[in-house]
């Protein structure tokens, strides 16, 4: 094999071992082997032996010692370092928390990740009974208020792409992700934010706004969102509206200077 080759087989293989890693979601849950191929795309085969290598190298470990895999130290430690040192997940999770406190919400800042949104940054109450979320936590784009809020905030040839995308993955279901995503859209035009109730999870709820922060002016998504026994859609708006335009105005204050480029 030549060089190049060489070179591309080994960046191939880093980009299939990331996607094994990337498909284990906040949830925590350990994943089968069946399950990897289905979030990743990937062979069986290929699965097999990336999960044997990320086990020798200790990036996955088997759950009980059985056939489920979960994320070993390797990753945790990967992802301790980035908390430790993202400027933004410093400069905005004091902030967020508080709110969180204040609303007795989750309040998060979320970046994309494929075809999810991806929190970089998160206030929890402890008061809600939530989502198992925080920073890391993988959320998809379409059914949710800050995947939509983010696709709004998109340039338009950026969008259109990214759309086409999404309507594809959602196979049978892409007439109704097309109504909803558009409905959003509208929501952001007429009030600033979109409002997401029970799609993603039910008796789930978010509201969320697309923010450019830093100096490199990145979108990301503003969203805040519980668990409810009946959320209402008036009710959420009136309490959540004005605080999350609010706290756009003073995350875009504190992550002026911060360097958060995608």
């Not at 370092?81 to 928390?97: D, I």
Request: hydrophobic share 40%.
């Amino acid at each position: 094999m030549s060089n190049a080759g060489e070179a591309r087989s080994i960046t191939l293989t880093v980009e299939r071992g990331l996607e094994v890693l990337s498909a284990f979601h906040a949830e925590r849950a350990p994943l089968s082997n069946a399950e990897l191929v289905r979030r990743t795309g990937l062979s069986k085969a290929t699965v097999s032996r990336l999960t044997t290598t990320l086990i020798r190298i200790g990036f996955l470990r088997r759950a009980g010692g059985g056939r489920l895999f979960e994320l070993g130290a390797g990753a945790l430690g990967i992802g301790h370092a980035y908390l430790e040192t993202s400027p933004v997940t410093r400069a905005a999770n004091p902030y967020l928390q508080e709110l969180a406190d204040k609303l007795d919400v989750c309040v998060a800042l979320a970046v994309p990740h494929h075809l999810h949104m991806l929190y970089v940054a998160c206030g929890i109450s402890a008061k809600i009974s939530t989502l198992r979320t925080g920073v890391g936590c993988l959320l998809p784009m379409e059914s949710t208020a800050l995947g939509r809020a983010y696709l709004y905030g998109l340039p338009e040839q950026r969008r259109a792409s990214l759309l086409d995308e999404l309507l594809q993955a959602a196979g049978e279901s892409a007439g109704a992700v097309r109504r909803n995503i558009d409905a959003a859209f509208e929501d952001l035009k007429r009030t600033g934010v979109c409002v997401c109730i029970g799609e993603y999870q039910r008796n789930a709820y978010g509201i969320a706004l697309p923010i450019r922060v830093g100096r490199a002016q990145t979108l990301m998504s503003l969203n805040c969102g519980a668990i409810e026994l009946q959320p209402e859609g008036a009710a959420i708006r009136r309490k959540l509206m004005p605080e999350l335009k609010t706290a756009s105005r003073k995350l875009t204050e504190l992550l002026a200077d911060v360097d958060c480029e995608p």
